[in-house]
């Protein structure tokens, strides 16, 4: 599990915080806080059916499953379990 | 008679629907619901505050708001002082901002938390803003040489009443800056009168009424998003205001829930839904939806029919065009001859009038293509402190729109591409529309923009840059493809696979953005 946050984590500081974490929580809201915008919640969701070989489903795109690092920890939990 | 019996204001639409129905669900955003008698109270607060602060008619107010309960007060409250709304997008960087804020040098700027952070950043001392006026402050401003007054404190009491003005309907209400594909944005200007009479126009085509909800996903900031707030005041209806389009299945599944009459989206927008939604799936359950429209650039022929087809049948499809300088809408196609003129941009509006003319000026027949050039109450009287874009765009004629376009025997435009991006590639004219219409009628991609770049021998080579539909496609799959509907010269030489298109915050493709990707 914390290895699979440091993975999410250090994607969204790098693509797009510019790799300056500022104390970025894992609770903070993506669209929210203004960090990522509409296009890179798909960038987003992209880099995690690439990496953890899942395949988001269209209901599945809301806020609960993707807006925070820990939503997305949650989702994937929940999505690799049933796998 | 006095402006205030003349309905001809803009915030005149808001007393107006105040005073029939004060009790109508005005706005819903999440769990917040606004009445008209509410959210005119909190417009006239904030109207009173800012003619107390020694805004006269004419200054501007800044709004960097997104689409939320404060976006609506402070538009409506601002005007109703006289003061010039000129709403940002909020996520500005600080670059972009000072350049904006020394151009239009505000008296007042009202943020929300979004954008605080930005703001805190810039020296503002050299802004000469007199308040700023902050949606729940979060930070430390005791260095700063603004004190920043807190904006739920000016709503939750004071007079509700507005300022007594006598305004003229020419009067200044609204600077909107658009997303140029090249160089600064370019500030329009909109008069009262102009917002009035567009609006005016598009709640009697659109047969809005009390009754009408529409979800909004577009921002206010935006002329699109801008309109629909402003019909749906005019009418009496509802607003549901929803930030969060990045989750489409949120969106839709708010539509089912608080039975949404109206959606409104671009080119984009429609993709993504189709794409990237449940829509499908829910279907049955959108039995209120009454329409749905489209403006805001050209949306390929194969999305519209697709739409039309997943769309709940009793829903009409609504295809528009317009320009931030028509203060938004200039023609719609009749939904009901959406098929027989599907590439059609439609006919004018009510009091709008569109002509194709020559390079002299001259009027063309049907079927000949010239530029389109519109004229009515609605257009811009020119740019912000910018006579030179100003005459190149209003002429006697009226607003050149830079569309190149055709009329058809039924009165019906057609847009065949802009004055600007026709390409020639080796000896032939090129419309790239047409190419990104042909690949998206592959069903191989969900958008995509085709691009020229220079090249020693053809002079310009095609490229494209394309979200695929499902990873596997390749690009030989989309020319085998394309290759039944397109010669072989307006074949892309190269395709470029992206996860999503790069946009501006309206929404449209930035082709500066994709040009960059194929260095």
């Not at chain 1, 599945?60 to 379990?81: H, Q, V, W, Y």
């Not at chain 2, 915030?11 to 129905?21: N, P, Q």
């Not at chain 2, 005007?79 to 901002?97: H, M, R, S, T, Y």
């Not at chain 2, 007079?159 to 305004?167: G, Q, T």
Request: aromatic share 6%; hydrophobic share 40%; glycine share 8%.
């Amino acid at each position: 599990m914390n290895e699979m946050r440091e993975q999410i984590r250090s994607y969204i500081v790098d693509n797009f915080l510019f790799g300056d974490d500022n104390g970025l929580d894992d609770s903070a809201s993506f669209l929210e806080s203004g960090m990522i915008d509409s296009t890179g919640i798909l960038e987003v969701i992209g880099f995690l059916e690439e990496n953890f070989s899942i395949k988001v489903k269209d209901d599945e795109l809301i806020p609960e499953n993707l807006d925070s690092i820990g939503n997305i920890l949650g989702f994937l939990d929940r999505k690799l379990a049933t796998a | 008679m006095s402006a205030q019996t003349s309905n001809n204001l803009i915030h005149h639409l808001l007393e107006e629907s105040e005073r029939l129905r004060p009790d109508n669900c005005a706005m819903v955003h999440g769990d917040t619901r606004v009445s008209y008698s509410e959210l005119n109270r909190d417009a006239n607060r904030i109207a009173r505050f800012l003619h107390d602060r020694g805004v006269t008619p004419g200054d501007r107010v800044v709004l960097l708001l997104e689409n939320c309960r404060e976006y609506l007060a402070s538009y409506y409250g601002c005007l109703k002082a006289g003061g010039v709304a000129v709403p940002l997008n909020p996520e500005l960087k600080p670059d972009g901002l000072a350049w904006l804020l020394s151009s239009v040098e505000p008296r007042v700027v009202i943020s929300s938390p979004k954008c605080e952070r930005t703001l805190h950043a810039l020296s503002l001392s050299r802004f000469s803003i007199g308040t700023l006026l902050l949606v729940r402050p979060g930070l430390n401003w005791r260095e700063s040489p603004v004190s920043p007054l807190s904006f739920d404190e000016i709503t939750f009491s004071g007079v509700n009443l507005p300022p007594p003005l006598a305004l003229d309907e020419m009067s200044l209400a609204s600077i909107i800056f658009t997303s140029g594909s090249t160089g600064r944005p370019k500030g329009v200007m909109l008069s009262h009168r102009n917002i009035v009479a567009n609006t005016r126009s598009i709640v009697s085509y659109l047969e809005l009424t009390s009754t009408d909800i529409q979800m909004v996903v577009l921002p206010f900031f935006y002329v699109m998003g801008k309109s629909l707030l402003n019909t749906h005041i005019a009418a009496g209806g509802t607003v549901i205001i929803n930030n969060s389009f990045a989750y489409p299945a949120t969106v839709v599944k708010q539509m089912v829930d608080e039975k949404v009459t109206g959606f409104s989206g671009v080119p984009s927008t429609y993709a993504y839904l189709l794409h990237r939604s449940p829509l499908r799936s829910v279907r049955d359950k959108l039995v209120s939806l009454r329409y749905c429209s489209q403006a805001g650039g050209h949306m390929s022929r194969h999305t519209k029919e697709e739409l039309l087809k997943v769309l709940p049948e009793h829903t009409k499809l609504y295809v528009m065009y317009g320009a931030t300088e028509a203060a938004a809408r200039l023609t719609y196609v009749e939904p009901d001859r959406i098929h027989e003129k599907i590439e059609s941009i439609g006919i004018p509006i009510p009091d709008v009038t569109m002509k194709v003319l020559d390079e002299n000026g001259i009027e063309l027949p049907s079927g000949q293509t010239g530029e389109l050039v519109a004229s009515g109450p609605n257009i811009m009287p020119g740019y912000w402190n910018d006579p030179d874009s100003t005459s190149k765009a209003l002429s006697r004629n009226g607003y050149h729109t830079g569309d190149l376009g055709y009329q058809d025997k039924d009165g019906y435009f057609f847009v065949v591409g802009r004055k600007d991006s026709q390409l020639k590639v080796a000896g032939h004219r090129v419309n790239p529309q047409e190419i990104e219409d042909a690949l998206i009628a592959t069903e191989l991609v969900i958008e995509c923009a085709v691009l020229g770049l220079d090249d020693p021998l053809a002079g310009q080579r095609l490229v494209a840059v394309a979200v695929p539909t499902v990873e596997a496609v390749t690009e030989r799959d989309i020319l085998q493809r394309s290759s039944h509907s397109l010669p072989r010269h307006k074949l892309p030489t190269e395709i470029l696979f992206i996860k999503t298109l790069p946009k501006n915050s309206s929404g449209k493709i930035d082709r500066g953005a994709c040009r960059e990707l194929f260095r």
